[in-house]
């Protein structure tokens, strides 16, 4: 490694320190260019005016109102919520489940996916994986959704849930189908 030499096309995509020194490597994603994904990182994303004060009315009576989850944030390309690790949120072992770390994360990209959305279209999920990266026991989690790709008929999320020191504690990817609204 001592002989590499450095290459800016290259080092573009080099492994970085993100959050609590751990090593992430920035991909590009397959068939998109290094500009597309920052157009996405800065461009104003939503149609219409979202109100995250009715997102937040709309869950109640739900799984997410039943767990605390609540929308804190919508910035020009990435929606926001926290919630709180407690007995509706732990498992047994007394750690947050990661199902409900999940939940944050679909709940946040099925959130951001309808205000993306172009009038006459609605949002359903098609797939989401998680990897559980950290064992958090109290407090508050935050997670934030920001877009892969928004295509036509399919949007991919990365959700980022970290605990009250930043720290990450998962890492999640959501696929979501455009469709005509019913």
Same mark, same amino acid.
């Given at each position: =490694?001592?002989?590499?030499?450095?290459?800016?096309? #290259?080092?573009?995509?080099?492994? !970085? #320190?993100? %959050?609590?020194?751990?090593?992430?490597?920035?991909?590009?994603?397959?068939?998109? *260019?290094? %500009? +597309?994904?920052?157009?996405?990182? #800065?461009?104003?994303?939503?149609?219409? *005016?979202?109100?995250l004060?009715?997102?937040?009315?709309?869950?109640?009576?739900?799984?997410?109102?039943?767990?605390?989850?609540?929308? !804190?944030?919508?910035?020009?390309?990435?929606?926001?919520?926290? =919630?709180?690790?407690?007995?509706? #949120?732990?498992q047994?072992?007394?750690i /947050?489940?990661?199902? +409900? *770390?999940? /939940? /944050?994360?679909?709940t /946040?990209?099925?959130?951001?996916?309808?205000?993306v959305?172009?009038?006459?279209?609605?949002?359903?999920?098609?797939?989401?994986?998680?990897?559980?990266?950290?064992?958090? +026991?109290?407090?508050?989690v935050?997670?934030?959704?920001?877009?892969? *790709? %928004?295509?036509?008929?399919?949007?991919?999320?990365?959700?980022?849930?970290?605990?009250?020191?930043?720290?990450?504690?998962?890492?999640?990817?959501?696929? =979501?189908?455009?469709?005509?609204a019913?």
């Open positions: =490694m001592e002989n590499m030499t450095s290459n800016p096309e #290259t080092d573009l995509y080099s492994p !970085t #320190t993100r %959050l609590d020194d751990e090593r992430v490597a920035r991909v590009a994603p397959a068939g998109q *260019s290094p %500009l +597309a994904g920052a157009r996405l990182r #800065t461009a104003a994303i939503w149609h219409g *005016s979202p109100d004060g009715h997102a937040n009315t709309m869950s109640a009576n739900s799984a997410i109102s039943n767990l605390g989850i609540e929308f !804190t944030e919508l910035g020009p390309n990435y929606l926001t919520g926290r =919630m709180p690790v407690d007995s509706r #949120t732990r047994p072992f007394g /947050l489940h990661g199902g +409900a *770390s999940v /939940l /944050l994360a679909e /946040l990209v099925s959130c951001a996916a309808t205000f959305a172009a009038p006459g279209k609605a949002c359903v999920g098609m797939e989401i994986n998680a990897n559980h990266l950290r064992p958090v +026991a109290s407090g508050w935050t997670g934030i959704a920001r877009p892969i *790709s %928004l295509g036509r008929r399919s949007q991919v999320w990365e959700v980022r849930i970290v605990d009250g020191n930043d720290r990450l504690v998962c890492i999640s990817r959501c696929t =979501m189908a455009v469709i005509d019913p």
